[in-house]
């Protein structure tokens, strides 16, 4: 399978550069990933698609700030980090700007020296392990001197920090939000949980693996980036009951689903489970837990439309996100949503496509 298999065409003015005012303002493109059938609807339409007694699983993940602007001393020339991955003991896996001149040994200073920090390691694959130096709490210095860390195709300003957050983001360790997640409110929230459906939580934090790009022309030669993911005692049994009882379980984001995927037993149980995870769910993928995926629209040839693709087939995907560009859908982290289901509801006043 090769990875221009799962290449699309769109244009770059599609690409939402801003989040909408209200978040379940946003698109729903509903497909059928048996038939193929589409419809469209609004983001605040979703209990139309749930049922009492389905599973919605969320990710709780909450981003860091983990972009730091400071600079070099003694030269005061401009220095950027940002932060991936914490090692302990004040030790920092990270991604810094100009490469060439970060070396091992060098000092940097953020905040006119409320944070300070010296390269300890250049690694194989050009990261540097940096250890920070600072009086207090460290993620509260994050919050004080740190910028999100938006995707390389979003050019604007973000305004509002808490707009790249899900409204019930709570462990930070992410450096990119699970975006899928950001088109909930409370209220909607709320509205489904009243109808009878469960709402749990897993928690992986996402990293900027997400944005890379599969360079191999054969996707099985792609090496699948890892991420850190658990799952609590109380998530397991809440899946496990749905799935008794003939519900279904809908993640919501493919960083969910990549989590209960992982630690999910061959006959599909789960239990409480932590660790890494670097599953890669391509076409030929059997889920064992996942029965329908709220997901944004992803980039072309990534990992991420592959794993939609695994769900509802490469042409029903392919066909869908077509039709999405000529409905001028907008894409990516700030874009709009897909619901694929595992059977179209009826559905009154609705733009339907049948034979997409």
Same mark, same amino acid.
């Given at each position: 399978?090769?990875?221009? $298999?799962?290449?699309?065409?769109?244009?770059?003015?599609?690409?939402? /550069?801003?989040?909408?005012?209200?978040? $379940?303002?946003?698109?729903?493109?509903?497909?059928?990933?048996?038939?193929?059938?589409?419809?469209?609807?609004?983001?605040?339409?979703?209990?139309?698609?749930?049922?009492?007694? $389905?599973?919605?699983?969320?990710?709780? +993940?909450?981003?860091?700030?983990?972009?730091? #602007?400071?600079?070099?001393?003694? +030269?005061?020339?401009?220095?950027?980090?940002?932060?991936?991955?914490?090692?302990?003991?004040?030790?920092?896996?990270?991604?810094?700007?100009?490469?060439?001149?970060?070396?091992?040994?060098?000092?940097?200073?953020?905040?006119?020296?409320?944070?300070?920090?010296?390269?300890?390691?250049?690694?194989?694959?050009?990261?540097?392990?940096? @250890?920070?130096?600072?009086?207090?709490?460290?993620?509260?210095? #994050?919050?004080?001197?740190?910028?999100?860390?938006?995707?390389?195709?979003?050019?604007?300003?973000?305004?509002?920090?808490?707009?790249? /957050?899900?409204?019930?983001?709570?462990?930070?360790?992410?450096?990119?939000?699970?975006?899928?997640?950001?088109?909930?409110?409370?209220?909607?929230?709320?509205?489904?949980?009243?109808?009878?459906?469960?709402?749990?939580?897993?928690?992986?934090?996402?990293?900027?693996?997400?944005?890379?790009?599969?360079?191999?022309?054969?996707?099985?030669?792609?090496?699948?980036?890892?991420?850190?993911?658990?799952?609590?005692?109380?998530?397991?049994?809440?899946?496990?009951?749905?799935?008794?009882?003939?519900? @279904?379980?809908?993640?919501?984001?493919?960083? +969910?689903?990549?989590?209960?995927?992982?630690?999910?037993?061959?006959?599909?149980?789960? /239990?409480?489970?932590?660790?890494?995870?670097?599953?890669?769910?391509?076409?030929?993928? @059997?889920?064992?837990?996942?029965?329908?995926?709220?997901?944004?629209?992803?980039?072309?040839? +990534?990992?991420?439309?592959?794993?939609?693709?695994?769900?509802?087939?490469?042409?029903?995907?392919?066909?869908?996100?077509?039709?999405?560009?000529? /409905?001028?859908?907008?894409?990516?982290?700030?874009?709009?949503?897909?619901?694929?289901?595992?059977?179209?509801?009826?559905?009154?006043?609705?733009?339907?496509?049948? $034979?997409?």
């Amino acid at each position: 399978m090769k990875t221009s $298999d799962f290449y699309f065409d769109l244009p770059e003015e599609l690409i939402a /550069q801003t989040p909408l005012e209200k978040r $379940d303002t946003s698109r729903l493109l509903v497909l059928d990933r048996e038939s193929g059938q589409t419809a469209h609807m609004h983001f605040f339409d979703l209990p139309k698609l749930l049922r009492p007694g $389905d599973c919605l699983v969320l990710n709780d +993940s909450r981003v860091l700030p983990a972009r730091l #602007l400071g600079h070099r001393i003694p +030269s005061g020339g401009a220095a950027e980090v940002l932060l991936l991955v914490d090692r302990g003991e004040k030790v920092w896996e990270c991604l810094v700007r100009p490469g060439r001149k970060v070396r091992t040994g060098t000092r940097l200073s953020f905040g006119d020296g409320l944070l300070t920090a010296e390269v300890v390691e250049v690694l194989d694959n050009g990261n540097r392990l940096i @250890r920070f130096e600072y009086e207090g709490i460290f993620l509260e210095l #994050l919050e004080q001197l740190g910028k999100m860390p938006l995707p390389p195709y979003i050019k604007e300003e973000l305004n509002d920090p808490e707009r790249y /957050q899900t409204v019930y983001s709570k462990e930070v360790g992410s450096a990119a939000a699970p975006t899928a997640g950001l088109h909930f409110t409370k209220e909607l929230l709320h509205e489904i949980e009243a109808m009878g459906v469960r709402i749990c939580y897993v928690t992986l934090h996402v990293g900027l693996g997400t944005f890379r790009p599969v360079k191999e022309d054969d996707i099985l030669d792609h090496e699948m980036h890892s991420e850190y993911c658990m799952i609590s005692a109380e998530t397991a049994e809440t899946i496990n009951r749905t799935k008794r009882e003939g519900g @279904r379980v809908i993640c919501v984001g493919t960083t +969910s689903c990549r989590t209960i995927e992982s630690w999910a037993a061959p006959d599909g149980t789960m /239990q409480e489970s932590a660790g890494w995870t670097n599953i890669f769910i391509y076409p030929g993928y @059997r889920f064992k837990v996942l029965d329908c995926l709220i997901t944004n629209f992803h980039l072309p040839e +990534s990992t991420l439309v592959m794993l939609v693709s695994a769900l509802a087939g490469r042409e029903h995907i392919l066909n869908a996100y077509r039709e999405a560009v000529e /409905q001028r859908y907008r894409f990516f982290s700030f874009g709009d949503a897909m619901f694929i289901t595992d059977q179209m509801p009826a559905l009154e006043e609705t733009q339907h496509k049948s $034979d997409v």
